[in-house]
């Protein structure tokens, strides 16, 4: 019945392509992969075209038509029509830092050179996030001793090459511990020749005292601070989203970032998960916020956790790729266009032309 619902959504959808279908189709039924059964490390595979690429990791093994056979993805044991080569296999071990671009294997568009921090990953916030999945076996630990782990993991000690340093976190007990945090990355960074962009991904940045500290901090650059602020879904947030997290409703979020973008935040974002609310709900937060913010979205990832799984929501339980087109072509509507950004789990792929890719292809055939 639902492969059924793929080919349907697929006539229904002639104009995005077999790879970024599948690709939704991915994300929704999820692998089967005896390694995974087996206790092994989930697998990360890219996927590409002659247009586009994307990666697409995995958390868990699944009943699924798609199955993994000799680090190729078939779908109903058949070839796929578009390449999908097995990248790697991770382990369950969250890492307090990566790094993005031809740093890494990891691409990134117009080959940006991104250090991606996330020193503070404890946090119990959201009901669907991978972070819970781990918590347990997660330690925080503060920007300098973060830095000084990259500096002897990597021997890199001189990072004025980097264009961007992204910090993710887990939740602060407090604004101003966080501020301070992010203080201390640019400290840190600093220290080692660093002068790019900061871009802080979460939602407890909002005073203007925190904001315009860090503002200063960047020399009033506005093209040295960015944002993402996380809503994930527009309402009844505080049901899957604890703590500070869920704490706001949407009319406040909405005077936060209106805030932000008065305070001197250069480019202003906010995150949404597709697959955690329902279309009307969707559309009516969406529309809202289009003269505002751009949209920084995700596909919902699973983790075979049953609090994971309730935050689906009944329309995308229904729907599957088909919902997941709908939301990508509102939201075209709204912006005139795709959104392509600069994470893997968005709604658009990269352009192959927007990076170097070969120099990815030909590094892996080489490793
Ligand atoms: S606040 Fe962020 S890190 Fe914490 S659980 Fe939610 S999504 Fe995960």
């Excluded at 994971?308 to 929501?313: P, R």
């Excluded at 994470?343 to 590094?363: E, G, K």
Aim: with cysteine.
């Amino acid at each position: 019945m639902i492969d059924k619902n793929f080919e349907a959504t697929k006539s229904r959808h002639s104009d995005i392509s077999d790879l970024e279908l599948h690709f939704y189709n991915m994300k929704y039924r999820g692998i089967n992969d005896s390694v995974m059964e087996s206790g092994g490390d989930r697998p990360i595979f890219y996927l590409f075209d002659d247009k586009n690429f994307g990666l697409i990791s995995f958390m868990l093994s699944e009943d699924s038509p798609y199955r993994i056979h000799k680090d190729r993805i078939l779908f109903n044991d058949e070839e796929l029509n578009f390449r999908n080569i097995l990248f790697t296999r991770l382990g369950n071990t969250l890492p307090y830092y990566y790094f993005r671009g031809p740093h890494g294997m990891f691409p990134s568009l117009q080959d940006s050179k991104i250090l991606n921090v996330n020193f503070n990953p404890k946090c119990g916030g959201c009901d669907f996030c991978f972070y819970v999945y781990r918590t347990k076996q997660l330690e925080n630990i503060t920007p300098q001793q973060g830095f000084k782990k990259i500096e002897a993991e990597t021997g890199l000690n001189e990072l004025s090459c980097l264009d961007e340093i992204a910090i993710v976190t887990g939740r602060f007990e407090s604004e101003d511990m966080l501020k301070v945090h992010i203080l201390d990355v640019i400290n840190q960074a600093e220290e080692r020749g660093f002068d790019g962009r900061i871009f802080y991904i979460g939602s407890q940045l909002v005073t203007p005292s925190c904001i315009g500290e860090i503002s200063k901090r960047l020399k009033n650059d506005s093209d040295r601070f960015r944002c993402a602020y996380t809503i994930e879904r527009f309402f009844d947030r505080s049901s899957i989203m604890h703590g500070s997290k869920g704490k706001k409703d949407y009319p406040e979020i909405l005077s936060d970032m209106k805030n932000l973008k008065n305070l001197g935040v250069g480019k202003l974002e906010y995150t949404y998960l597709v697959g955690i609310e329902d279309f009307d709900e969707f559309k009516q937060g969406a529309e809202e916020l289009v003269h505002i913010a751009i949209p920084h979205i995700s596909i919902l990832r699973k983790t075979g956790r049953n609090a994971n799984q309730l935050t689906l929501s009944r329309d995308y339980v229904e729907g599957g790729p088909d919902y997941i087109c709908q939301i990508r072509k509102h939201y075209e509507d709204l912006y005139g266009g795709k959104i392509i950004g600069n994470n893997f789990a968005n709604l658009w792929l990269f352009p192959i032309s927007d990076f170097n890719f070969s120099s990815y292809l030909n590094r892996l055939s080489s490793v």
